[in-house]
């Protein structure tokens, strides 16, 4: 085979890959929008996000969270795990504003499970996962629709067998758009274990 034949196949492989990775990457993300949650769960995990002035529940946690009420409130779960750590200065992490939503919303603090140090999609799995499994008989994990791809794929990776359930709505366009393009980069780079060789701030990751 001449240098050239095995240059222009290297160069359709390196085509078909950039273009191919992304493709396959973006129907993952819209595959997994609806879920896949197996309920009555246990317990729900709710995945923090961004907290407004340091104290109040951004947009997407308020997502989160009336999703997970209402998995609560309709007998669908039993007990809710908020994970969410402090980014930032902030006095109070995610866990801490989760918990006061679900208490504003009348669900007692006995079935709230506090897990108030995770950074990022990665360790939310890992330090809910032992709250979990002594707390928990089965988990379904809450969050937007298009943050279930990733969480799907990144508990897989960590063995923990999670079903996934969706907040009841969507952010306006342009930031729907922009997650979905987010994750998109998301699975390509945990998808490849890219994280093992370029790990990511934690604020990116989230």
């Known amino acids: 085979m001449s240098l050239l034949r095995?240059?222009?196949?290297l160069v359709l492989s390196v085509v078909l890959?950039?273009?191919?990775?992304?493709?396959?990457a973006s129907l993952a993300v819209f595959w997994a929008m609806p879920g896949n949650a197996s309920l009555p769960a246990t317990c729900a995990l709710i995945f923090g996000?961004?907290?407004v002035g340091g104290?109040?529940?951004g947009p997407a946690m308020e997502r989160r969270m009336a999703a997970a009420i209402g998995l609560y409130k309709e007998g669908k779960v039993q007990r809710l795990i908020l994970s969410g750590g402090r980014l930032?200065?902030?006095?109070?992490?995610?866990?801490?504003v989760m918990r006061t939503v679900a208490l504003e919303a009348g669900i007692p603090e006995v079935d709230l499970l506090h897990e108030p140090e995770a950074r990022s999609t990665w360790e939310n799995l890992v330090f809910s996962r032992p709250?979990?499994?002594k707390q928990c008989?089965?988990?379904?994990?809450v969050s937007d629709g298009?943050?279930?791809a990733r969480i799907r794929l990144l508990a897989r990776r960590q063995g923990w067998a999670v079903s996934t359930f969706p907040s009841h709505n969507r952010p306006q366009a342009s930031i729907f758009i922009w997650n979905v393009l987010r994750e998109i980069a998301g699975i390509v780079y945990y998808g490849l274990f890219m994280d093992v060789l370029v790990p990511l701030a934690p604020g990116f990751q989230t």
Do not use: K, Q, W
């Open 6 to 9: 095995i240059c222009r196949r």
């Open 17 to 24: 890959f950039t273009v191919l990775t992304p493709f396959v």
């Open 49 to 51: 996000s961004a907290v």
């Open 55 to 57: 104290e109040y529940p």
């Open 88 to 96: 930032g200065t902030t006095d109070l992490s995610e866990a801490d």
């Open 131 to 133: 709250i979990a499994e």
């Open 137 to 141: 008989e089965s988990t379904v994990a």
């Open 146 to 148: 298009y943050h279930l």
